[in-house]
């Protein structure tokens, strides 16, 4: 996934239909951590297997791990660890809680938040974490914890499958409810095969490092789909089409995201449509096709071509400021982006076996809020206005009659400041058991992400 974005965060909430965060904390930051020693980077490197290496500022093994794809959530590391195994990723984390070294996990380095998937400390990199199995017997694939979704998606095409996450929710539900078991590493270094059968809490609250994951797979040929962008002028008539869609589609292989932006001096929108099959039925997304747009690319492909599609592709320079407040902190996008999938989302999985969503009874949808800009000075300055943004998009839907004050923020999306409660509600106390008994020195507490209060 590439965008036009160069620093950014995204503050987000779960609502019905429009919404954004709430209870923020409003001088939160990032929490600061203890300073690292350089011989705790030497001791895991004596201490590793052939398999694995340890990388310094000068290589290019540690600026590839430090890299992220945006770069508000990068920090230089003090070194950068690759474990190839997952008995390396054990004596790792034993070091790191044995010398109380603050250290992150870093996988695909999507996480837009600061702190979480970097750190001054000990990065963790799961690059060489990187093969995918395909099992016919049980369509399922075991999918190495390093790897990017296109990646993914390559080595299954040949198989006439498809797994992952966002097109195909509305057949199958949430990324979550489709792990059937994970390779994890826990904080005292013993790997385990979790399973729902063998160990629940862990499979309702991961601890530790996973190594890999088996997901459900499903058959997949080519798909029908693209993008379209339409002027600012379309915007009421597009807000009627997709509120259309969002009440009345029942079709669960059509798949939508509307995303309205402002850039370079002007506002547009992108409007994504898909469809799991060559083409589309008539009536379920021809409204979509008959406003008028600016732009279209549309067709027949593979659901690999298809994520490749702009915007999440584009590279665009985006250089001009929108709007007089935020153009003096040099903000370059302003954009929401509106995903309606069908009220059956959460069918398919059980708050017995995963911490997120805290409650199924009620379908929410995600809608995320997004601000580039590209001068780290500003980030206070950019995140109050996020944050504000999202309570004005909030306190707008609640006037609508939309009963989304308590509505749980989904964590992919929800800016660092966002307090764990308004995440995961009424998990947090099976989360915190998890914790004491898998993690009793709170050895994960050390690494970035949300963190469950002890
Ligand atoms: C362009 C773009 C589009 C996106 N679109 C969507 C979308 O449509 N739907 C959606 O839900 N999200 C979306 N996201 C958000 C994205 O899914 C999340 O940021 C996700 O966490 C990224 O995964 P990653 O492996 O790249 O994360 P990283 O930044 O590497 O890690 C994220 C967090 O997970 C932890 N972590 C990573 N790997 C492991 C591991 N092996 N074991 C334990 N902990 C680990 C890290 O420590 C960190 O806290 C998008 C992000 C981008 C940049």
Request: proline residues 6%; neutral net charge; aromatic residues 10%.
């Amino acid at each position: 996934m590439r965008t036009y974005l160069e620093r950014v965060v995204l503050c987000y909430a779960a609502l019905s239909s429009y919404g954004s965060a709430s209870k923020i904390e409003r001088d939160g930051g990032v929490h600061p951590r203890a300073g690292v020693s350089s011989s705790v980077c030497s001791q895991i490197s004596a201490a590793l297997s052939s398999a694995s290496d340890v990388y310094y500022s000068g290589s290019t093994n540690y600026s590839a791990d430090n890299s992220h794809f945006f770069s508000s959530s990068a920090l230089a590391s003090a070194c950068t660890v690759e474990p190839g195994t997952a008995s390396d990723v054990g004596k790792i984390l034993l070091i790191l809680g044995a010398t109380n070294t603050p250290f992150a996990v870093k996988a695909g380095g999507h996480s837009t938040n600061p702190d979480f998937s970097s750190t001054p400390g000990v990065l963790l990199a799961t690059r060489r974490f990187a093969t995918v199995a395909y099992h016919a017997s049980t369509s399922t694939a075991d999918v190495g914890a390093g790897l990017v979704w296109d990646a993914v998606y390559a080595a299954l095409q040949p198989h006439g499958v498809g797994a992952g996450y966002s097109w195909l929710t509305g057949q199958y539900g949430l990324a979550v409810d489709n792990v059937v078991g994970y390779e994890l590493v826990l904080p005292d270094g013993r790997v385990l095969d979790v399973a729902e059968e063998s160990y629940p809490d862990l499979m309702f609250a991961l601890r530790g490092v996973v190594t890999r994951f088996t997901l459900k797979t499903y058959p997949m040929g080519q798909i029908w789909g693209g993008v379209l962008t339409y002027a600012a002028d379309t915007f009421p008539q597009l807000a009627q089409v997709v509120a259309d869609f969002s009440a009345s589609n029942t079709d669960p292989k059509a798949q939508i995201i509307t995303t309205y932006y402002y850039a370079e001096g002007s506002a547009a929108a992108s409007q994504i449509l898909f469809y799991d099959a060559p083409t589309p039925p008539p009536g379920v997304l021809d409204a979509f096709l008959a406003l008028p747009s600016l732009a279209r690319e549309l067709g027949t492909m593979d659901l690999l071509d298809f994520i490749r599609l702009p915007p999440s592709n584009g590279t665009a320079d985006v250089r001009k400021y929108w709007g007089p407040a935020l153009s003096a902190a040099s903000g370059v996008l302003v954009s929401f982006a509106v995903e309606p999938f069908l009220p059956s989302l959460f069918a398919r999985g059980s708050t017995r076996t995963a911490a997120y969503p805290p409650a199924r009874a009620r379908a929410l949808l995600p809608l995320s809020l997004c601000r580039s800009w590209t001068d780290a000075a500003a980030d206070a300055r950019l995140w109050a206005a996020m944050m504000q943004s999202a309570d004005n998009v909030k306190a707008k839907a609640v006037s609508l009659g939309q009963d989304v004050r308590d509505a749980p923020l989904y964590g992919n999306y929800a800016l660092f400041t966002t307090p764990v409660e308004d995440i995961f509600g009424q998990s947090l106390p099976r989360l915190r058991g998890v914790k004491g008994r898998y993690d009793p020195r709170d050895v994960m507490g050390l690494a970035g992400g949300w963190k469950v209060p002890v």
